[in-house]
């Protein structure tokens, strides 16, 4: 049976020291993440054939003063999510001096490195293993980010984030990420070598008041709002696994695309290796899944970075929510239809196309107003996404061997990223059962020999 062992836990804080900081009241778009009972949980799997001891005299050290280092920039990372003192009805984000992020260094047994950082589908229940525990932490606080470094003896090592989805988006979790590493990877880091994010969350304007519709919605509901962290994983064969689409074959899909466009006489709608692979997994897992009604609609559900878009513009480097999601409808009957990898690829492109010049508070009421109607549907979502290049991450042994986002069990999501070994090629991930997945992979084998 796997186990881990829990070897140190650690108090990381800012160096040099750094005094309070005036909190960040959450904006709408932070706000929407924090009824989320799930953190953002992603693993980074490294090859590391040396022993416990090895990396605890040698490697530990490194990493904790650049941590240290980079949370001088990155502090609210070290600080906590909590109720304004000012406002009961907002939450704002706040750094005290002396706050810290917690690592904790464990050491498993009970399973082979190869196989838990594999791309075959493996026990999510040991993957579960790699993810750092939620604090206990008074009524109302959340910790934004907890680190968890597992130890592989003589085969590898993960490094496990739980971050809480209000303090930011992929995008800023990339900034810390490959700060971080970069820091690890000097031989003498300093603060000039940490390009610092934005923090100031005004710039992010609430147009249509949803800020006031969410407050109200969690002060009806202050339960969901109690507990934080993981969930228990108790179904006994869900498993993870990772399937490639190799840029050959996006290349293959996206020409299908187009020459239906061209003969049905349709715009050219967007059409990116993101839109064809959200459209090919669609399709799958309909087929993987069945419906009985096959007239009932399917619904998937994108989110979008909106910083360039935004309105007034905001620095390219804001760290918090700037995500934007919105959902394409299709009946099943379509989607599993001869054409139905085209269809589904033209609607999300078409809905991309849709998107153009539209105001981000606009869209996100369309969105919330779309809920009561899918609750309880078959909905799939995205998380991560090819561009947040989660394979650049080196802290200075090599690039990870595999990464993997399981924080989607919850919502039964799909995540992307880039390929590891092709650019261009996209990797995609999903939890299911056992035998769902058995049928999952033989409709990613077959379909794309069939379309």
Not at 196 to 217: C, N, Q, T, W, Y
């Amino acid at each position: 049976m796997a186990a881990v062992r829990v070897l140190h836990e650690i108090q990381i804080s800012p160096s040099p020291s750094l005094p309070s900081q005036p909190p960040q009241a959450l904006t709408f778009l932070d706000t929407l993440w924090l009824q989320n009972s799930r953190p953002m949980e992603k693993l980074f799997f490294y090859d590391f054939p040396h022993p416990t001891s090895h990396f605890i005299d040698h490697k530990l050290p490194i990493l904790t003063r650049s941590l240290s280092l980079t949370l001088r920039h990155f502090y609210f990372l070290a600080g906590s999510i909590r109720r304004s003192y000012d406002f009961e009805d907002q939450f704002e984000i706040a750094y005290e001096e002396g706050d810290s992020i917690t690592i904790t260094v464990a050491e498993f047994t009970g399973d082979d490195f190869l196989n838990i950082s594999g791309y075959r589908p493996k026990n999510f229940k040991n993957l579960s293993l790699l993810v750092p525990k939620p604090l206990k932490l008074p009524s109302g606080q959340f910790p934004p980010m907890l680190i968890q470094i597992t130890i592989f003896p003589n085969q590898g090592l993960c490094i496990g984030f739980a971050t809480n989805h209000a303090v930011c988006d992929g995008f800023g979790t990339k900034l810390f990420f490959q700060s971080w590493a970069a820091s690890c990877r000097s031989s003498k880091p300093t603060l000039n070598d940490i390009s610092p994010p934005f923090f100031e969350r005004s710039v992010i304007i609430d147009s249509h008041g949803i800020g006031k519709k969410l407050s109200m919605a969690m002060s009806q509901s202050k339960e969901n709002l109690q507990e934080q962290g993981n969930l228990p994983v108790s179904h006994p064969i869900l498993v993870h696994a990772t399937f490639t689409l190799r840029k050959n074959h996006i290349l293959q899909l996206k020409e299908l695309v187009h020459t239906k466009q061209v003969e049905q006489g349709k715009p050219s709608y967007h059409l990116s290796a993101f839109v064809v692979a959200c459209a090919y997994v669609w399709r799958c897992l309909v087929k993987t899944r069945g419906c009985e009604d096959g007239e009932i609609n399917q619904y998937f559900g994108i989110v979008v970075d909106w910083r360039s878009r935004m309105r007034p513009s905001i620095p390219s480097n804001y760290f918090g929510n700037c995500l934007v999601a919105f959902l394409t409808e299709l009946k099943a009957t379509q989607l599993v239809g001869n054409d139905g990898f085209e269809v589904a690829a033209m609607e999300i492109g078409k809905n991309i196309d849709g998107l153009q010049g539209r105001e981000v508070g606009e869209l996100v009421e369309a969105t919330l107003n779309k809920f009561p109607e899918i609750k309880g549907r078959q909905t799939i979502t995205v998380s991560g996404s090819p561009k947040l290049r989660a394979y650049d991450v080196d802290f200075g042994w090599g690039r990870p061997v595999k990464v993997d986002i399981i924080s989607i069990i919850e919502t039964g999501a799909i995540s992307f990223a880039e390929s590891r070994d092709e650019e261009g090629g996209i990797e995609i991930a999903l939890v299911l059962s056992e035998e769902e997945m058995h049928k999952f992979e033989m409709n990613f084998a077959t379909s794309f020999l069939g379309l």
